[in-house]
């Protein structure tokens, strides 16, 4: 039970790693591919829990998220392949309670992972309780869940007057890569600001949306246009 990105979405992993190659000294760049999945452990399950595929550099980039036992997967487990994952805030509470989470496995879908950190409490945002996922590297969600396209980049600017260059830049380097303007949406935090009551992607705007606008300093969004 899980959803993917858009099946019209253009932006692939690949994307974002080049990205991340070409902007790596004025940007910290994180690909996300999001889905909707079951989590379980041992009999207990815990439904519709937001799957994210991410990479290592998460945390750099979407400064919401903190550790608060363990940490993020490392560079080095995402290239080795490791099924290891860090956990949300509800999904600990529900599954653990207080106890100590990592070193434990859960299921993530019908695959076993390991996790390694679990993420500090970030609340609901609109009605989506933020806290009910769990993290993998993005590597696996392709190899294991088959979704390939991102649903979006989120980027952080090093400073805010880098925020233009690094704008365009992205755009240039994708429509290099068998991408058109039209593929593509670049938002910055301000713009997604004024925008935000008219989006309807509720679960965009919850994990990925509102993680550019709380970099108020050089957050970018690259999304998949519908």
Aim: proline share 2%; hydrophobic share 40%.
């Amino acid at each position: 039970q899980s959803m993917g990105a858009p099946v019209n979405n253009k932006l692939t992993i690949q994307h974002g790693k080049i990205l991340q190659e070409r902007l790596s000294t004025i940007a910290q760049i994180a690909p996300e591919v999001e889905s909707v999945t079951n989590t379980k452990y041992k009999n207990v399950i815990n439904k519709n829990t937001y799957l994210i595929g991410t990479t290592y550099n998460y945390p750099k980039v979407v400064t919401s998220v903190k550790a608060m036992q363990g940490s993020m997967f490392t560079l080095g487990q995402e290239q080795s392949g490791a099924k290891v994952t860090v956990i949300g805030y509800s999904v600990y509470k529900k599954f653990f309670d207080g106890k100590r989470a990592v070193g434990q496995k859960i299921f993530i879908g019908d695959k076993n992972y390991l996790i390694v950190g679990v993420i500090e409490k970030m609340g609901s945002f609109m009605g989506i309780d933020r806290d009910n996922m769990v993290v993998i590297p993005i590597e696996k969600i392709k190899s294991e869940f088959g979704i390939d396209r991102l649903t979006e980049i989120i980027v952080n600017a090093k400073t805010q007057e880098l925020v233009p260059t690094v704008k365009k830049q992205i755009s240039n380097i994708l429509v290099k890569n068998d991408l058109t303007t039209d593929d593509f949406n670049i938002q910055t935090g301000q713009s997604m600001l004024d925008t935000v009551a008219s989006i309807t992607n509720m679960l965009s705007i919850a994990l990925g949306g509102i993680a550019a606008i709380s970099l108020l300093v050089g957050g970018i969004g690259v999304a998949n246009i519908m």
